[in-house]
Nanobody
Framework: QVQLVESGGGAVQAGGSLRLSCAAS????????MGWYRQVPGIQRELVAT???????NYADSVKGRFTISRDNAKSIVYLDMNSLKPEDTAVYYC??????????????????WGQGTQVTVSS
């Protein structure tokens, strides 16, 4: 069973840093776009950053210059380095990946997978 497992959330003071990691595992698959989203209760989940398997990157305006997304294609891991954190960055962060999963004979069309979410809390 293919799954995304996140780690690295926690609580920091404003101006601090955190690194989130997300590893895809549990079968044979190909990872296409990977990224991070975040959600605050009562508000729609929003994009934070995405990275294609060719390295093309897109950031939300609110995190440009502070967050850096990267990936290790060999290990199917995506990272989010968060610096200069602000209280408004407080949210549950979700990893997302477009995965093509193999059934042993062929790879299926890519579809989105989500991690379980990790809490990031930034205090002022």
């Amino acid at each position: 069973q293919v799954q995304l497992v996140e780690s690295g959330g926690g609580a920091v003071q404003a101006g601090g840093s955190l690194r989130l990691s997300c590893a895809a595992s549990g079968g044979s698959f190909r990872a296409n776009d990977m990224g991070w989203y975040r959600q605050v209760p009562g508000i729609q989940r929003e994009l934070v950053a995405t990275i294609t398997n060719y390295g093309y990157i897109n950031y939300a305006d609110s995190v440009k210059g502070r967050f850096t997304i990267s990936r290790d294609n060999a290990k199917s891991i995506v990272y989010l380095d968060m610096n200069s954190l602000k209280p408004e960055d407080t949210a549950v962060y979700y990893c997302n990946a477009e995965l093509s999963v193999s059934n042993g004979r062929y790879y299926a069309l890519p579809r989105p997978y989500w991690g379980q979410g990790t809490q990031v809390t930034v205090s002022s």
